[in-house]
């Protein structure tokens, strides 16, 4: 079992910057890619960022492009997610997620292990 904890989340206004942690614990945190996703209220959840396992490649939804930064730290065992010039439709409960099968699209990768999430609310 491999378990995550985010933290970092919090009320801040537009404009300003937040980061989110998701510690893992359990399994070898190296071998998995992770993805950062996020839930509005009444909407899906959706897809913010995903890093591979060396941190070598990453993917953004087009909307965080240039605002949001994915990392990790395997030493660690940590991943994060810098966002930068945050905006009221950023406001959701951000959850991180390790990948456990991969495959030639980042849309293949499947997720199983799921941390409890954090609040960002972004205030105009």
């Known amino acids: 079992q491999l378990q995550l904890v985010e933290s970092g989340g919090g009320l801040v206004q537009a404009g300003d910057s937040l980061r989110l942690s998701c510690a893992a614990s359990?399994?070898?945190?190296?071998?998995?890619?992770i993805g950062w996703f996020r839930q509005a209220p009444g909407k899906e959840r959706a897809v913010v960022a995903i890093i591979s396992w060396t941190g070598g490649r990453t993917y953004y939804t087009d909307s965080v492009k240039g605002r949001f930064t994915i990392s990790r730290d395997n030493v660690k065992n940590t991943a994060y997610l810098q966002m930068n010039n945050l905006k009221p439709e950023d406001t959701a409960v951000y959850y991180c997620?390790?990948?456990?099968?991969?495959?030639?699209?980042?849309?293949?990768?499947?997720?199983?292990?799921w941390g409890q999430g954090t609040q960002v609310t972004v205030s105009t």
């Open positions: 359990g399994r070898i945190f190296s071998r998995h890619a």
């Open positions: 997620a390790a990948a456990t099968a991969e495959g030639s699209s980042w849309s293949d990768y499947e997720y199983d292990y």
